[in-house]
C-alpha cells in the first residue's frame, strides 16, 4: 500500500474554503434568489459562494498531488493575549471608561511575548494610557467617557 | 490653460497652513511606523487610518496620502539599513541598498533613494495632473455594465500580482466579495449573512477588517519566531552623494521614472511590478552588470524612483474612476467612503478643491519627506534599535482606539479580533490578503452595477459583451488570466515572487 501524500497546508486551506463556502452557501438559502432580470439578494453571493466551495475543492485536489513545505510555527501565546486585548477594550470601554479600559487593553497584549517581565508590561501599559488619554481625549477630543459607570460605586 | 490654474487651486488648498500641517504629520507618522520592520505601508495605513476621521475630508486625505509616502520611504529605509524590506516593492531596494549600507555607503544609498523619489514624485505628479481630467472625460461615459467589467479587471490584475497560488488568490477575491456583501441588501432591505447581530446591518466595519487582517495578522506573524532581530546597524555617514553618484543616477532614474509611471496606472498594484521591471532594465543596459549585487548605485536609484512614480500614477485609477488599483488604494475609497465621498468620475467635477488638493498634496508630501526625513535619518535608525515587545502593545492600544473612534461601535473590535484571528490563519495557509481586502471594497459596487446592468438590458447578460467598452475591459480581464495561466508565465512569475522572500 502506498502512502498518501498530502501537503498538509494545503489540505487544510481547501477545506478551509469549501467550509467558508458552505457556510455562505448555508445562509444563501434562507434569502430570496430572484431572477436573472430581477436579481434578488441571495443571487450573487449564492454565485460567489458557489466558486468559492469550487476554488476550495480544487486546492484540496492540488494537495494530495504535491508535498509542500509544512506550516511552521504557530503563535499561540501571541494569540491568547494579542486577540483578547481588543475584545476586552470593547467589553469594559463603555462600562469602565477609557482609561482603565486601555490600561488593562495594553497589558494583556503586552504579556503576549515571552519576553516582557511583568513590572515592564505594567509601565508600558501605564504609559500607553497617558499618551493616549493626552492625544485621543484631550487634544483630538474623542468623545470618550474617561472613567465609566462600574468605576463609581 | 485649465491644468494651471486647476493646479494652481490645488496648491492652495494643500499650502493652507492647517492642510500642510496634517500633510506634515502624516509623513512623519507614516515613516514612523514604515520604518518599523515587518510592517509596510499597508499595515501603516490599515492602523493610523482611524486617526483621520476627525478631520475634514481633504485634510484627511492629504494626511492619508502623506502617511502613505512616509511609510514607503520608511520601507526603503529599513531595506538598505537592514536589508528588511517593510513592503515587497522595496524588496529590490534591498539588494544594492543593503550592499551599499555594508560598504559604508549608507548614506549615500539613502539620499539617492530619496532623490530619486522625489524627483520621480515630481514627474508623476504631473501625469497625474494632465491625464486625470481626460480620464474623468472617459469615465463619465460609463454605464452599469462598463463599471461592472471594469472591477473585474481590476480584481483579475490583483490576482495576477499576489505571490503563491493563483487558485487561492482567486478564492480570496471570492471571500472577499462576499464579506463585503454583509449587512443589509440595498435593494430589498433584507439582512445578509449577519448572524443576526443587528451591529453588522450597516457591513463589517472596513478599518476593523482591514486593521484585523494586515495589522493583527501581521503582529502575530512577528511573534512567531521570536528571534532577537541581528541589525547591522551600519553607522551612516555622509548623507551626501557626490559628483559621481550623481552623474551614475541620473539615467537610472529617468527609467524608472518612466517604467513606474507607465506601470503604476495598471491596476493591480503596478508599483512592485515597477520596481523589479526597473531593476531588470538597469541591469541590461548597465556598462558593468557584474556590479549588481555588490552595491550598485543604478540598483537603487532606478527601483526606488520606479515605487515612487508607480505608487503616485496608482492614485489616476482611484481618481477618475473610483476603482483601487492596489490594497494601499482599496484603503484610501474605504477613507473617502467613510468620508461621505464616493469616488469615482464625479468628484473631479463637483468636488475640485479636493480632488486638486490631493494631487498638489503628493508634490509637498514629497518635498517634505526629502526636507525632513534627510536630516532625522539619525532618529528613523534610531528607532529600529527599540525591541519588538515594547512595540506591539502600542499598536494594539492604538488599533483597538482606532477601530473604536470610527462608529463608537464596540462589534468593531470583537470584529477586528475575528478577523485578526482569520488574516493570520490565512497567512499561515499561504493565502494572500491583498485580493481579499480589494474584493470586499468592490463586494458591494460589483453587485450593484450587475444587478442594475442586468435591469437595463432585461436580463440579458449579453449585454457585457455588446456594448464595446465592456467587452474591451472584459477581454484585458480574461487576457490577463490567460496569461498568468500559461505554463512559462507561471514559471516566471514564481521565479520573480522566489527572489523577493
Request: hydrophobic share 55%; net charge neutral.
Amino acid at each position: 500500500m502506498r502512502q498518501l501524500q498530502f501537503d498538509t497546508t494545503n489540505a487544510i486551506c481547501g477545506i478551509t474554503l469549501i467550509a467558508l463556502g458552505g457556510f455562505f452557501i448555508y445562509q444563501c438559502l434562507g434569502l430570496e434568489l430572484g431572477t436573472a432580470l430581477r436579481m434578488g439578494p441571495g443571487y450573487f453571493p449564492l454565485i460567489l459562494a458557489v466558486i468559492l466551495a469550487i476554488l476550495g475543492v480544487v486546492v484540496l485536489v492540488q494537495a494530495t498531488r504535491v508535498s509542500g513545505e509544512p506550516i511552521g510555527p504557530i503563535a499561540l501565546r501571541g494569540m491568547l493575549f494579542i486577540l483578547p486585548a481588543p475584545v476586552f477594550f470593547g467589553l469594559t470601554v463603555r462600562g469602565l471608561g477609557f482609561v482603565p479600559s486601555l490600561f488593562f487593553a495594553a497589558l494583556i497584549a503586552a504579556f503576549a511575548s515571552s519576553r516582557m517581565k511583568p513590572l515592564m508590561a505594567v509601565a508600558l501599559a501605564a504609559a500607553i494610557t497617558v499618551f493616549s488619554v493626552a492625544v485621543f481625549s484631550y487634544a483630538l477630543g474623542l468623545p470618550f467617557e474617561r472613567f465609566g459607570p462600574w468605576t463609581r460605586l | 490653460m485649465d491644468l494651471i490654474s486647476n493646479l494652481a487651486l490645488g496648491f492652495t488648498t494643500a499650502a493652507s497652513p492647517a492642510n500642510l500641517l496634517f500633510c506634515l504629520i502624516g509623513v512623519l507618522l507614516g515613516t514612523l511606523i514604515g520604518v518599523l520592520p515587518g510592517i509596510g505601508a499597508t499595515a501603516t495605513i490599515a492602523m493610523l487610518l482611524p486617526i483621520t476621521f476627525q478631520l475634514e475630508p481633504v485634510s484627511s486625505l492629504i494626511m492619508l496620502a502623506g502617511i502613505y509616502y512616509g511609510a514607503q520611504y520608511g520601507g526603503s529605509t529599513t531595506a538598505i539599513l537592514i536589508n528588511m524590506p517593510g513592503e515587497s516593492s522595496s524588496a529590490v531596494t534591498a539588494i544594492d541598498g543593503y550592499q551599499m549600507a555594508r560598504k559604508g555607503r549608507a548614506g549615500a544609498a539613502l539620499s539617492i533613494a530619496a532623490l530619486g523619489s522625489f524627483f520621480a514624485g515630481t514627474v508623476s505628479t504631473f501625469l497625474v495632473a494632465i491625464f486625470a481630467i481626460p480620464l474623468t472625460g472617459i469615465a463619465l461615459k460609463f454605464g452599469a455594465a462598463e463599471y461592472f467589467s471594469l472591477m473585474v479587471v481590476g480584481l483579475v490584475s490583483s490576482i495576477a500580482l499576489a505571490h503563491g497560488s493563483i487558485v487561492k488568490a482567486l478564492a480570496m477575491v471570492a471571500l472577499g466579495l462576499l464579506l463585503g456583501l454583509v449587512g443589509t441588501d440595498i435593494y430589498t432591505g433584507t439582512p445578509r449573512f449577519t448572524l443576526g447581530i443587528r451591529e453588522y446591518s450597516d457591513g463589517l466595519n472596513f478599518v476593523a477588517v482591514a486593521v484585523g487582517v494586515f495589522g493583527i495578522a501581521e503582529i502575530l506573524r512577528n511573534l512567531e519566531g521570536e528571534k532577537s532581530r541581528s541589525v547591522l546597524m551600519a553607522k551612516v555617514s555622509g548623507l551626501w552623494p557626490t559628483r559621481d553618484d550623481f552623474r551614475r543616477m541620473v539615467g537610472p532614474v529617468l527609467r524608472g521614472t518612466a517604467i513606474g509611471s507607465a506601470l503604476g496606472i495598471l491596476p493591480g498594484g503596478g508599483a512592485i511590478l515597477a520596481a523589479f521591471a526597473s531593476y531588470t532594465v538597469e541591469k541590461r543596459v548597465a556598462a558593468r552588470p557584474e556590479e549588481f549585487g555588490q552595491g550598485a548605485i543604478a540598483g537603487v536609484a532606478g527601483p526606488e524612483s520606479a515605487n515612487n512614480a508607480g505608487a503616485q500614477t496608482s492614485f489616476i485609477p482611484l481618481l477618475t474612476l473610483g476603482i483601487p488599483a492596489n490594497p494601499v488604494m482599496a484603503l484610501m475609497v474605504g477613507a473617502m467612503i467613510i468620508q461621505g465621498i464616493v469616488p469615482g468620475p464625479n468628484v473631479a467635477a463637483e468636488q475640485p478643491t479636493l480632488f486638486w488638493g490631493i494631487i498638489a498634496s503628493m508634490w509637498i508630501g514629497n518635498l517634505m519627506l526629502v526636507v525632513l526625513n534627510l536630516p532625522l535619518i539619525g532618529l528613523w535608525v534610531k528607532l529600529l534599535t527599540v525591541p519588538y515587545y515594547v512595540l506591539f502593545p502600542i499598536i494594539m492600544a492604538f488599533c483597538s482606539i482606532g477601530v473604536y473612534s470610527v462608529n463608537s461601535n464596540v462589534y468593531d473590535l470583537y470584529a477586528v479580533a475575528l478577523f485578526g484571528l482569520g488574516g493570520y490563519l490565512l497567512v499561515k495557509l499561504r493565502c494572500e490578503p491583498a485580493p481579499l481586502l480589494l474584493g470586499f471594497v468592490l463586494g458591494p459596487l460589483l453587485e450593484e452595477n450587475l444587478r442594475r446592468a442586468m435591469i437595463l438590458s432585461r436580463g440579458d447578460p449579453t449585454t457585457f459583451f455588446t456594448r464595446p467598452i465592456s467587452a474591451v475591459l472584459l477581454a484585458i480581464a480574461l487576457a490577463v488570466l490567460v496569461v498568468v495561466f500559461l505554463p512559462s508565465v507561471k514559471a516566471k512569475r514564481e521565479e520573480v515572487f522566489q527572489e523577493e522572500e
